[in-house]
């Protein structure tokens, strides 16, 4: 009995390479709007009943890898993107005042956790500030949220460390 191999784009093709008709996700072979068989469990049966073998199944498509890249490509253009605007908006924030700054560099001390030195930096720096002028209510709550998340970024740095360690 002769093989018979179903490509990707469903064709079914004889021993010969001779293309006899494409299969439907039920298994059925047609050719245009003639029955040419059925697929059962992986064996050729021909419109007339007969057993004509196994077929084999190749995933040889071109349809469909293209859609991939393209996508894999506008993940990788969307994170550059994303880290574009993370940046910028830092640089936004310390031009506000010392004490967004903080803030800012805390957040960003969550992804990056080595950031936390910016953000006590900046953190302390802002509260002394406003400290000696005087006017506490006018940001220092800012640059407490500032240290607490640099603070936080230091245990994250930590747990990373010991993770990398505990994982050897």
Not at 6 to 23: E, T, Y
Not at 61 to 86: P, T
Not at 104 to 129: D, H, Q, R, T, V
Not at 132 to 161: E, F, P, R, S, W
């Amino acid at each position: 009995m002769s093989n018979y191999s179903v490509d990707g784009d469903h064709n079914v093709r004889n021993s010969g390479g001779q293309q006899i008709g494409k299969s439907d996700y039920n298994g059925n072979v047609t050719n245009g709007y003639h029955d040419r068989g059925k697929i059962v469990n992986d064996r050729y049966i021909d419109e007339y009943g007969r057993d004509n073998g196994w077929v084999k199944r190749s995933s040889s498509s071109n349809g469909g890898s293209g859609g991939l890249a393209i996508l894999g490509l506008l993940l990788v253009f969307g994170i550059f993107y994303l880290m574009y605007l993370g940046i910028k908006w830092l640089v936004d924030q310390g031009k506000m005042s010392t004490a967004r700054a903080s803030r800012s560099w805390g957040i960003a001390s969550l992804f990056f956790p080595p950031f936390f030195f910016m953000a006590l930096i900046k953190g302390y720096s802002a509260k002394n500030e406003l400290e000696g002028i005087g006017d506490l209510q006018n940001g220092k709550g800012i640059a407490i949220a500032g240290i607490v998340l640099g603070y936080l970024g230091i245990v994250l740095c930590v747990l990373a460390i010991i993770g990398a360690i505990a994982g050897n």
